[in-house]
């Protein structure tokens, strides 16, 4: 079992910036593929970005969000910037190998005025 703890989230303006941190329990972290998926009220969850030595991102999000990552202490980074408030949601992270899929308990980011 595979433990993801997230962090980052919170109120934001239209246009600013915030970071998410997800950090997990295991030390295979670096075999794992990494995700940040999305939900927003009343809708389904969505992929935003995923990496593993490739990034791939959501076309909602290309050229204003980054998926970084690093291996030696076991983290997943979304670097979330020029926020809309379509990007409201509860952002999840999620670590994915063979057929193991582990999800954190999500955190809330909003952006309004």
């Known amino acids: 079992q595979v433990q993801l703890v997230e962090s980052g989230g919170g109120l934001v303006q239209p246009g600013g910036s915030l970071r998410l941190s997800c950090t997990a329990s295991t030390s295979l972290f670096n075999k794992y593929t990494m995700g940040w998926y999305r939900q927003a009220s009343g809708k389904q969850r969505e992929l935003v970005a995923t990496?593993?030595?490739?990034?791939n991102y959501a076309d909602s999000v290309k050229g204003r969000f980054t998926i970084s990552r690093d291996n030696a202490k076991r983290t997943v980074y979304l670097q979330m910037n020029s926020l809309k408030p379509e990007d409201t949601a509860v952002y999840f992270c999620?670590?994915?190998?063979?057929?193991?899929?582990?999800w954190g308990q999500g955190t809330q980011v909003t952006v309004s005025s």
């Open positions: 999620n670590a994915n190998w063979l057929r193991a899929t582990y």
């Open positions: 990496i593993t030595t490739d990034t």
